[in-house]
């Protein structure tokens, strides 16, 4: 049963100015921002307003710094203080190192070899470019803090910010966020997401939070009378990363494959499927020019002169690149969806809702494909 968190945090929020028109609520340990109950998403989003502003918090009760490591290191001098801090309220509702099981930086290795195993290495290839900043941060708490509940100012700094970090993601809400004349920052959300989302039907939070799904694959729904906020266009490895959730249905997925062919040398040419399912895009512009001149002719080549190294060399050309581009993303598809298959059947979720994003991601592109190129299939 969700309740009201009257909590020592909201007597402190409401005395630093901190102000919203929603209900914090708590439903064990998932923690949301709601509208609150006799008041409808009509009369809180107002008429014919674009945006509505969802919280108010001066910048003075926000811890702030230039870069990642400056809010590491005030976070950790802050919680050293416990309760003397002035700040102490909202840091005694903070997650503890336990309720970060779910970001693969705490991970068993076991769990990463079996992902790696399904989504070309992926993860352990962020992982790997992760690590040195991990291992040289020496409070593993405050950088998982840092790393998921960092927002930006409109000046480029950083900020961790009371109030607006209780509020979980949707990138389909528009958010958009300014500061006033009095210096605190305003969060506003597009009214029509608001609207959209009151009008859905409950779900239990756990799907929610695993994929935003109720149901048959891609029938998308929300929390009934939940608001949600935009962290920002993020795929699913940067998702699963630094908040250790992710979506099968992110609108903003993008999903890299390995192409191998003749000509290529040692290193495989790896490719990106964007959010439109489109291969043909600027992320792989070098990979497919590099694969274009490889397996070009040498009668094309010799007709190259004016060829400036970029797009287009002949139809022969171009159908023989996307007909081996097509073998290996098919192949992609078949090791994500033996990985949900396998991920199910160790009961984890997480695992099986990251792959099934990535299935879904290139599918889209194989869709594509089989729609330009049908002899290919």
């Not at 811890?63 to 950790?76: A, F, H, N, Q």
């Amino acid at each position: 049963m969700k309740v009201d968190l009257n909590t020592p945090f909201l007597a402190w929020a409401d005395a630093r100015g901190i102000s919203t028109p929603l209900s914090l609520v708590s439903d064990g340990n998932y923690r949301s921002m709601q509208i609150p109950p006799g008041v409808t998403a009509q009369s809180l989003v107002g008429e014919a307003t674009q945006t509505t502003d969802v919280v108010r918090v001066p910048l003075a009760s926000c811890i702030i710094g230039e870069d990642s490591p400056t809010l590491v290191e005030k976070l950790k001098y802050e919680k050293s203080l416990g309760e003397t801090s002035l700040l102490a309220p909202w840091l005694n509702l903070l997650p503890t190192l336990d309720d970060f099981k779910d970001m693969p930086r705490f991970w068993e290795n076991d769990r990463l070899d079996f992902v790696k195993k399904f989504d070309g290495g992926q993860l352990k290839a962020r992982l790997e470019i992760d690590q040195p900043r991990i291992d040289k941060c020496n409070d593993s708490w405050a950088l998982a803090i840092v790393d998921s509940r960092t927002n930006y100012l409109p000046d480029e700094t950083y900020s961790l910010t009371p109030m607006l970090d209780m509020f979980n993601h949707d990138a389909t809400y528009r958010t958009s966020a300014r500061v006033d004349e009095e210096n605190n920052l305003m969060l506003g959300v597009s009214s029509d997401s608001i609207l959209a989302s009151a009008s859905a039907p409950n779900i239990d939070w756990k799907d929610q939070v695993f994929g935003f799904l109720k149901g048959a694959a891609g029938d998308k729904t929300k929390q009934g009378n939940e608001v949600f906020i935009s962290y920002g266009d993020f795929d699913n490895i940067e998702l699963l990363s630094n908040y250790g959730f992710c979506s099968v249905d992110n609108a903003s997925n993008i999903e890299t494959f390995k192409v191998r062919y003749v000509g290529m040398g040692s290193e495989p040419a790896l490719l990106a499927v964007d959010n439109q399912g489109e291969i043909d895009n600027m992320f792989n512009t070098m990979s497919l020019d590099s694969m274009r001149l490889s397996l070009a002719t040498p009668s094309e080549l010799e007709e190259l002169e004016e060829y400036d190294g970029s797009g287009k060399i002949s139809d022969r050309n171009e159908e023989e690149i996307f007909a081996l581009i097509s073998g290996e993303l098919q192949e992609a598809v078949y090791d994500a969806k033996a990985g949900v298959e396998e991920a199910e059947i160790r009961g984890d979720k997480l695992v099986s809702t990251y792959l099934q994003g990535r299935q879904r991601t290139l599918e889209s592109g194989l869709k594509i494909l089989q729609e330009k190129y049908p002899d290919f299939f």
